[in-house]
């Protein structure tokens, strides 16, 4: 395990400088602005209004925290991503950084 791993504090910073450097322009490449409402899967940062899910609680609680100490707002939902119904009809944009290696089912996930 790499220490980033450990620090969740620095593991965090590292995933919302990347998305912010090239995770965001990405998709804003691909898909024009982003969207009011966004749900990523495995909790990070995105600057829009974030729904996280993650199925670990632990995780769950690390972005609550990440998230307050930076005054920033989000909704988080510990969960298994396949209990939650009609995602799509919610959430314009779903995202899936840095998450997709620990689920699974991968093909059904991607259904």
């Known amino acids: 395990m790499q220490e980033r791993h450990i ?3 620095r593991y965090f910073e590292e995933q919302a400088q ?19 409402k966004v749900l990523e899967v495995g909790c990070g940062e995105s600057g829009c209004e974030i729904v996280g899910v993650d199925i670990a609680s632990l995780r769950i609680e690390q972005a609550r925290t990440f ?10 939902i510990a969960s298994d991503i396949f209990r939650l119904k009609d995602l799509e009809k919610h959430f314009p944009l779903i995202l899936i950084h840095d998450v997709i290696e620990h ?9």
């Open 103 to 111: 689920i699974e089912t991968k093909s059904k996930f991607l259904s």
């Open 18 to 36: 990347t998305t912010r450097k090239y995770y965001i322009p990405y998709i804003k490449q691909i898909v024009g602005d982003l969207p009011e």
């Open 67 to 76: 998230f307050a100490q930076r005054n920033q707002t989000g909704t988080f």
């Open 7 to 9: 620090n969740r504090d």
